[in-house]
């Protein structure tokens, strides 16, 4: 089994309308989107949900008003300002250091595990689908993303898949890396822009520090040809395999709008430079 994950150091590049249209190419293949903080997989994809359970992933703190003695250390202590003079714990500051129980000389502070999303098993019309939506104001979004990945190996080895892909979060933090971990192929998917670029190599130098094969897959490269060479020379001087330059084109908002994948909408240049982009890909995995 293998498993492919798209990523994109910036937002916004582009990243899961080429994963979906990846998913469309795909042959007994399994999804899932570890974007918790903000999927949008589901938009293209148009999940029937199958099942959908409760994550349980971070702790709050509870004083127990009966042995609080209103010392106030915990307020003096507790640097995210989570607790009130009154001594209330408001849950939405909370980060369950643990500093608040560590402080009270009356050990009238303990935790309790909250909810902190929600995880969906789904059907959609490219096979079953595995995603999440991490609640307002939690902080576990490395752990729920492991939680995803965990329940799409267990699936895809239950339904005999023979690959798993991931379209993944923007960044370089804990939820992408939360993503990565265990992958055997990664796209980096980016764009002609100076941020862009930037976030490009530290999301390159993330998979080369975890050793996790990677290629790069340019998008709307027409808005900047500068920009686009500059990408291109820059694959050449660090050896790395370029998978597509993809154009600026109005059929990606058209496909969104239609809740497609480009490659739906028949033939198309986009949608060739997609297969072919593709079939790169499965050259790079031996499928």
Same mark, same amino acid.
């Given at each position: 089994m293998k498993e492919i994950v798209v990523i994109s150091g910036k937002g916004g590049t582009g990243k899961t309308s080429i994963t979906a249209s990846f998913a469309s190419l795909a042959k007994n293949a399994i999804l899932a989107d570890c974007?918790?903080? /903000?999927?949008?997989?589901?938009?293209?994809?148009?999940?029937?949900?199958?099942?959908? #359970?409760? !994550?349980?992933?971070?702790?709050? /703190?509870i004083i127990d008003p009966d042995i609080c003695t209103s010392c106030g250390a915990c307020v003096e202590a507790c640097r995210f300002e989570a607790i009130s003079d009154e001594i209330e714990v408001d849950e939405y500051r909370c980060e369950g250091c643990g500093v608040c129980a560590l402080v009270c000389?009356?050990? /009238?502070?303990? !935790?309790?595990?909250? #909810?902190?999303?929600?995880? !969906?098993?789904?059907?959609? #019309?490219?096979?079953?689908?595995?995603?999440?939506?991490?609640?307002?104001?939690?902080?576990?979004s490395g752990k729920l993303v492991s939680e995803v990945k965990k329940e799409v190996r267990d699936l895809a080895q239950k339904?005999? #898949?023979?690959?798993?892909?991931?379209?993944?979060?923007?960044?370089?933090g804990c939820s992408v890396i939360a993503t990565i971990s265990?992958?055997? !192929?990664?796209?980096?998917v980016t764009e002609p822009t100076i941020s862009a670029i930037a976030d490009m190599k530290r999301a390159l130098d993330l998979a080369d520090h975890f050793s996790i094969p990677s290629a790069l897959c340019i998008n709307k490269a027409g808005i900047n040809p500068a920009k686009t060479q500059e990408i291109r020379d820059y694959c050449d001087r660090r050896g790395l395999q370029l998978l597509a330059t993809l154009p600026y084109d109005h059929i990606i908002t058209r496909a969104m709008l239609e809740s497609k994948s480009v490659i739906e909408l028949g033939e198309s240049e986009m949608g060739s430079l997609i297969e072919d982009c593709w079939e790169k890909i499965q050259d790079r995995i031996g499928q």
């Open positions: 974007d918790v903080d /903000a999927p949008d997989l589901h938009i293209i994809m148009t999940p029937k949900i199958l099942d959908q #359970r409760p !994550f349980h992933g971070s702790e709050l /703190a000389p009356s050990n /009238a502070v303990k !935790f309790e595990i909250k #909810r902190s999303g929600t995880v !969906f098993v789904s059907d959609t #019309r490219f096979g079953p689908m595995v995603h999440a939506k991490l609640d307002p104001g939690e902080e576990v339904k005999g #898949r023979e690959m798993i892909l991931i379209d993944g979060p923007p960044g370089v265990g992958a055997d !192929f990664i796209v980096v």
